[in-house]
């Protein structure tokens, strides 16, 4: 009887609560390496390649060090947890925000980063949080001061995503 009750209430809550009170907006995370976008020649395939290797090595040398040190941890591989991890709530907090994250773009891989958007997107959304700021969230800079971009961090991301949102741009 409590069984059947539990459910039924599950169900309801289910059914007649909005999706974006357990979502963060419904956004479709369908995760791939890139987004296709429409080809119509194999030279439009060759110069996309070419864009985006010359986009990777100039995140390579000098937006993947930034990254590393400021985003890595929750769009990365986390490299040391901090001592509050295994607390109990928190440590499944920090899962949670991890996977989130990753789901957003994931930048294990170098660029094109693995996301919902193109990588077209991708550049135009790390521009403007170097332009607004946003990342990483204020939950996370509570615990990790130094975690926040500086000026000339800031200025970098903005130039290279800039540059790289040109080449990719017909």
């Known amino acids: 009887m409590k069984?059947?009750?539990?459910?039924?209430?599950?169900?309801?809550?289910?059914?007649?609560?909005p999706t974006w009170v357990f979502s963060h907006g419904g956004e479709n995370h369908v995760k791939s390496i890139v987004k296709k976008e429409p080809?119509?020649?194999?030279?439009?395939?060759?110069?996309?390649?070419?864009?985006?290797?010359?986009?990777?090595d100039a995140y390579?040398?000098?937006i993947k060090p930034i990254f590393e040190k400021k985003?890595?941890?929750?769009?990365?591989?986390?490299?040391?947890?901090?001592?509050?991890?295994?607390?109990?709530?928190?440590?499944?907090?920090?899962?949670?925000?991890?996977?989130?994250?990753?789901e957003h773009i994931d930048m294990r891989k170098d660029f094109p980063f693995v996301s919902h958007e193109s990588p077209l997107k991708d550049l135009?959304?790390?521009?403007?949080?170097?332009?607004?700021?946003?990342?990483?969230?204020?939950?996370?800079?509570?615990?990790?001061?130094?975690?926040?971009?500086?000026?000339?961090?800031k200025k970098s991301i903005v130039k290279w995503s800039s540059e790289s949102i040109k080449r990719l741009q017909p």
């Open 3 to 17: 069984t059947t009750i539990i459910k039924l209430h599950l169900v309801t809550i289910t059914v007649f609560t």
């Open 71 to 102: 985003c890595f941890d929750c769009h990365g591989d986390l490299k040391k947890s901090p001592w509050y991890y295994k607390v109990p709530g928190i440590k499944q907090m920090i899962d949670y925000d991890m996977r989130e994250a990753k």
């Open 39 to 56: 080809q119509t020649k194999s030279q439009d395939i060759d110069t996309r390649k070419e864009a985006y290797q010359k986009i990777n």
């Open 124 to 153: 135009k959304s790390i521009k403007e949080i170097g332009l607004e700021g946003g990342m990483p969230p204020l939950r996370y800079i509570l615990g990790h001061w130094d975690a926040r971009l500086s000026e000339a961090e």
């Open 60 to 62: 390579l040398v000098d």
